[in-house]
């Protein structure tokens, strides 16, 4: 009965052992997709694609599929994107990032490209944005790169949500920057009151943007709302846009095509990196186009 007993569990742990080494197998041998279809791959004139690329593995891409209509006469303006919670991954904001490439332009989120259903490492810094401007830049005069002559690098948006917020804000100074967009994010009134890894950034710091800045929050139940619209009071030397959606803190990032702050932020991109003054209608004019909305509610300052 003992020899039985000690077959059996033999047996057990061969068993087991055989199960690793088949799992540890498979796992070497998936080939893990660098690329993959969001949704539908967006409503833009523009089929969009979430990209590792080999030459930026810490990063995102989400870029126009079809590179073929991109050249001297229609460059891709580069948008690199800061995550919430500091997420050293985009999984929360695939959908609205597609959605923003399928208008014509190269999104840059920082963390390595999610597969489906991964969930996020922690721990980014403000400097992988701009790390995302300096690969763009540098792809762009590469002549054995795909983007080689069709970024426009002189059209460039720092942005990012909640603590990517406060890292645009800290990497927006950057004199290559020309717009930056700040959603559901304002400056502390404590510096070292946010979660660990949050830029300490002082009110102060407003002072040293230079270029024209949006502010998308999410109305009075976003954690960030009084943060934002502080920063909104005290900015008073370049042109500031706050609108205010009724859905707190989490946005419509993970909606639909990134929902109605997708809707919103490519009409501002599109404005500011691509000089589309239709587009630009839903911020200038007295009201402004976007105080029509039903579900926004709106400020601005020094635009026209």
Known sequence: MKKFFTCLTFLAISGIFFMFSLNAQDSSTVDIPTS??????????????????????????????DLSAFGNKNKLPIIAWGNGACANSPWEHVNFL???????????????????????????????????????????????SPYYN????????????????????EIAPDPRVTTAVICNSGILPDPGAGMGGM????????????????????????????????????????PVFVANMDVGHGGTYRQPHGGEFAIVA?????????????????????????????????EKKNLP
């Open 199 to 238: 830029p300490g950034l002082a009110k102060e710091h407003l002072l040293k943007l230079h270029t024209p800045t949006l502010y998308l929050l999410g109305g009075e139940s976003d954690i960030a709302y009084n943060n934002g619209m502080d920063d909104f009071k005290r900015i008073n030397h370049v």
């Open 36 to 65: 993959r279809v969001v949704e539908d791959g967006g409503t833009g004139p523009y089929s969009a694609l979430m990209i590792s690329e080999e030459t930026l593995q810490t990063h995102t891409v989400f870029r126009p599929k």
């Open 98 to 144: 597609s959605e923003v490439a399928s208008f014509g332009f190269l999104v840059i989120a920082i963390g390595p490209m999610p597969q489906e259903g991964e969930q996020p490492q922690w721990g980014t810094k403000s400097t992988q944005l701009t790390d995302a401007i300096d690969w763009a830049i540098a792809q762009n005069s590469d002549k054995s």
């Open 266 to 298: 490519t009409a501002w991109y599109k404005w500011q990196l691509k000089g589309d003054e239709e587009a630009g209608k839903m911020f200038t004019g007295d009201p402004c186009g976007l105080s029509d909305s039903t579900v926004w509610t709106v």
């Open 150 to 169: 069709k970024i426009d690098i002189e059209k460039i948006a720092v942005s990012g949500m909640s603590c990517g917020g406060l890292q645009t804000l």
